[in-house]
């Protein structure tokens, strides 16, 4: 897996964003799988995370792509959140302890022809949030946020360095 590089002042790490290495050598025709994983710490997840938009999502978080060429894979069944500006739903792949800590995992996976013989271009993958560390109670509308905080993390590009088309 290809780490992230975290971006969000806050927390420390409380996201992550991994994309599978591809294979070195590719043939024009050939359809790769390009597979993300993604995840929060898991009482992050459950307490600070909020809904990004008036559209509730099962799983608040906004992951942006930009492989325009790219097609999904078959649909997962696990919680829905927001893909290059579509709703849509992801794999659940469960909880995972990284160095003491608990993170809950999702992944999806995008599959894409290669085209003619030169270098693959993709941008890297990037997950966004918005959290809070602080809540109010409200009389009305129950646990409020003191404040919405940004998150995002921008995950390596895939490397291709030495994947060009034969």
Known sequence: MIPSLLLWAGLQEPA??????????????QELSLRIRFG??????ERNLLQPFRRPLELPAVLRLGWKDAV????PDGP????????????DLGEEEREGRRFRLFGLERRLVAGQAGPLELP??????YAARRFREDPIQGR???????????????DLADARLA
């Open 144 to 158: 409020q946020p003191v404040e919405r905080e940004p998150g995002r993390i921008a995950g390596a590009a895939p």
């Open 124 to 129: 890297g993958p990037e997950l966004r949030w």
């Open 40 to 45: 929060f710490e898991a009482d992050f997840l």
């Open 16 to 29: 992550v964003l991994e994309l599978e290495p591809l294979p070195e050598r590719v043939w024009a025709g």
């Open 72 to 75: 999904p894979a078959p649909e």
């Open 80 to 91: 829905t959140c927001s893909i290059d500006g579509r709703v849509e739903r992801v794999r």
